[in-house]
């Protein structure tokens, strides 16, 4: 049996469409406050841009679990 982990990072776009950005292994003990920091200045140096449309607010962020079970 094998877990993996994902963050998910979800940002509103400029013309109201949600992004969504994902990171593979985060740490353990991520709280939701560094991950707002980091989405902030992802933000602010305008570092998600899809279809020509900026990143402009935090929507949510959150952490999916999945378990593998190898058959044999």
Avoid: W
Wanted: net charge negative; hydrophobic share 40%; aromatic share 6%.
């Amino acid at each position: 049996m094998a877990d993996t982990r994902k963050l998910t990072m979800v940002f509103t776009l400029d013309n109201g469409d949600d992004f969504k950005y994902n990171l593979a292994d985060p740490k353990d003990e991520l709280t939701k406050s560094e991950v707002d920091v980091v989405m902030q200045k992802m933000i602010d140096t305008q570092a998600i841009i899809k279809d020509n449309h900026k990143a402009t607010a935090i929507k949510e962020a959150y952490i999916t679990t999945t378990t593998q079970d190898i058959l044999a």
